[in-house]
């Protein structure tokens, strides 16, 4: 995912627009590229049920809750 995140600014770098965009997981939870690509230890998770703020590790491997 890090480096996926790395390519997507590549290309928005060279872009003449903004991309817009989120890294989704299997289960559908998402969360904006760019706040992924910043590395902070929080995110904002989006899911059909709502948001929930959680660790990156979480994230990534895939379970909810904070």
């Known amino acids: 995912?890090?480096?996926?995140?790395a390519?997507?600014?590549a290309i928005?770098?060279?872009a003449p627009m903004r991309l817009d965009g989120e890294l989704m997981r299997a289960d559908g939870a998402a969360v904006n590229w760019r706040e992924f690509h910043?590395?902070?230890?929080?995110?904002?998770?989006k899911t059909i049920g709502g948001v929930v703020l959680?660790?990156?590790?979480?994230?990534?491997s895939g379970a909810m809750g904070s």
């Open 54 to 60: 959680l660790d990156r590790d979480r994230f990534i």
């Open 38 to 45: 910043a590395g902070t230890d929080q995110l904002l998770v």
């Open 12 to 14: 928005e770098a060279d």
């Open 1 to 5: 995912l890090d480096r996926l995140a």
């Open 7 to 9: 390519d997507v600014a």
